[in-house]
T-cell receptor, first 116, second 114 residues
Framework: AQSVAQPEDQVNVAEGNPLTVKCTYSVSGNPYLFWYVQYPNRGLQFLLKYITGDNLVKGSYGFEAEFNKSQTSFHLKKPSALVSDSALYFCAVRDGRGSTLGRLYFGRGTQLTVWP | NAGVTQTPKFQVLKTGQSMTLQCAQDMNHEYMSWYRQDPGMGLRLIHYSVGAGITDQGEVPNGYNVSRSTTEDFPLRLLSAAPSQTSVYFC?????????????FGPGTRLTVL
């Protein structure tokens, strides 16, 4: 079965510092990985995805993610955090095969707080 | 282009009542799905549809029904509400049922069952 893990429930970082939100995955077959962000009382917004190709994926709002096949990780990064980046971040993997083709499996989420 | 819309935004039900959560998309997407979000558990798939007339169960389908009579609409029905169904419900859609396709989410419905 496909699954993702977000080992940190909470990440705190000062504004202007780099931030990393961690994600590891377990899949059978090729990994199709996504990051979403959820602001308070809002729906999920798509940030970026890895399908194939370059291991560094660039997305919305200055975010990027690094795919590492050997470590089965897909960490979300930003060089300089903003207070407005404070939100709940979800890593997800979409199933690429079999009877569960297309299903999206989410991690539990990481609450990012950026302090001014 | 409104994307994925959901109504209502908030709803309070009593145990045993039934209701329908509405979801619509204007992107001509074939794939639509319903998730529930509970604290500390991420999002879990309830039901999904790969096209009009085709639906299937996800991880947590019990207590919910769906139908897909048109490409645009994918309503979720709670047959007899229970307190365990208190949650935030999200509808999502993607162009096709391919692993490479991005799913886009609606704003959610916050449901409380008393």
């Amino acid at each position: 079965a496909q699954s993702v893990a977000q080992p940190e429930d909470q990440v705190n970082v000062a504004e202007g510092n780099p931030l990393t939100v961690k994600c590891t995955y377990s899949v059978s077959g090729n990994p199709y990985l996504f990051w979403y962000v959820q602001y308070p009382n809002r729906g999920l917004q798509f940030l970026l995805k890895y399908i194939t190709g370059d291991n560094l994926v660039k997305g919305s709002y200055g975010f990027e993610a690094e795919f590492n096949k050997s470590q089965t990780s897909f960490h979300l990064k930003k060089p300089s955090a903003l207070v407005s980046d404070s939100a709940l971040y979800f890593c997800a993997v979409r199933d690429g095969r079999g009877s569960t083709l297309g299903r999206l499996y989410f991690g539990r989420g990481t609450q990012l707080t950026v302090w001014p | 282009n409104a994307g994925v819309t959901q109504t209502p935004k908030f709803q309070v039900l009593k145990t045993g009542q039934s209701m329908t959560l509405q979801c619509a998309q204007d992107m001509n997407h074939e794939y639509m799905s319903w998730y529930r979000q509970d604290p500390g558990m991420g999002l879990r798939l309830i039901h999904y549809s790969v096209g009009a007339g085709i639906t299937d169960q996800g991880e947590v389908p019990n207590g919910y029904n769906v139908s897909r009579s048109t490409t645009e609409d994918f309503p979720l029905r709670l047959l007899s509400a229970a307190p365990s169904q208190t949650s935030v419900y999200f509808c999502a859609s993607s162009n096709r049922n391919r692993a490479t396709d991005t799913q886009y989410f609606g704003p959610g419905t916050r449901l409380t069952v008393l």
